[in-house]
């Protein structure tokens, strides 16, 4: 009885939108898992995981987590919220790049255009690190990473209204700080998911 209590107590709204995020049109390249979603930040929460591969090299890898509280959360100035995480290895000189930090904020916003998901109070950062090895490392020679870290929240005048196209900018970008270009117009993702629902 307590499990039976326990799917009652979940929203219709957050089960049509997670149902929503699993059938999201994501890019080709991005391999998803469902994974444990964070228990703390809000009353119910769904998580997955991707990773970029390209002839089964991993080019970048991230997280898409959907937030609910039903009652409200004024700094989200909503019931949802969107919090991704994206990670990708780079060129040494692009890490150098002082503009690079903007450039991946814009991957993100782009992304969410291009699904014409509408969102407001974003926030995140942009982290980008170059390391350089030295003395017996010099050898390994340098590398660098981008990062970022983002959380939005998404416009949906109806229950499940735009939370898939929210799921499918996240693969975007990820793609987009893989290097990878833009879809051509016309052409349509194919799924690719591991993990079992």
Same mark, same amino acid.
């Given at each position: 009885? *307590?499990?039976?209590?326990?799917? +009652?107590?979940?929203?219709?709204r ?16 991005? !391999? ?12 119910? *929460? @769904? %998580?997955? #995981?991707?990773?970029?591969?390209? +002839? +089964?090299?991993e080019?970048?890898?991230?997280? @898409? ?5 039903? %009652?409200?959360?004024? %700094?989200?100035?909503?019931? @949802?919220?969107? !919090?991704? @995480? ?7 000189d ?16 782009? %992304?969410?255009?291009?699904? +014409? ?7 995140? #950062?942009v982290?980008?690190?170059? #390391? ?5 490392? *010099?050898?390994?020679?340098?590398? *660098? ?30 793609c987009a ?14 799924q ?6």
């Amino acid at each position: 009885m *307590a499990v039976r209590s326990e799917i +009652d107590r979940t929203p219709a709204r957050f089960t049509e939108a997670v149902e929503q995020v699993r059938q999201a049109v994501l890019r080709p390249e991005v !391999v998803v898992d469902e994974m444990p979603a964070p228990q703390r930040i809000a009353p119910h *929460a @769904f %998580a997955m #995981s991707g990773d970029v591969l390209v +002839d +089964d090299e991993e080019l970048a890898t991230g997280r @898409f987590i959907l937030l609910h509280d039903p %009652a409200g959360n004024d %700094a989200w100035g909503g019931t @949802f919220r969107c !919090v991704t @995480f994206a990670r990708a290895d780079i060129e040494a000189d692009m890490a150098a790049d002082p503009s690079l930090p903007a450039v991946g904020w814009s991957w993100l916003t782009e %992304a969410l255009d291009a699904y +014409d998901s509408e969102y407001s109070a974003a926030s995140g #950062s942009v982290t980008v690190v170059r #390391s350089e090895g030295f003395g017996e490392m *010099a050898e390994d020679g340098g590398d *660098a990473q981008i990062e970022v870290r983002a959380s939005w929240t998404p416009h949906m005048e109806e229950p499940t209204t735009g939370t898939g196209g929210h799921a499918g900018a996240w693969s975007n970008l990820l793609c987009a700080i893989a290097g990878l270009p833009p879809l051509a117009p016309g052409v349509i993702p194919l799924q690719r998911r591991r993990g079992a629902r």
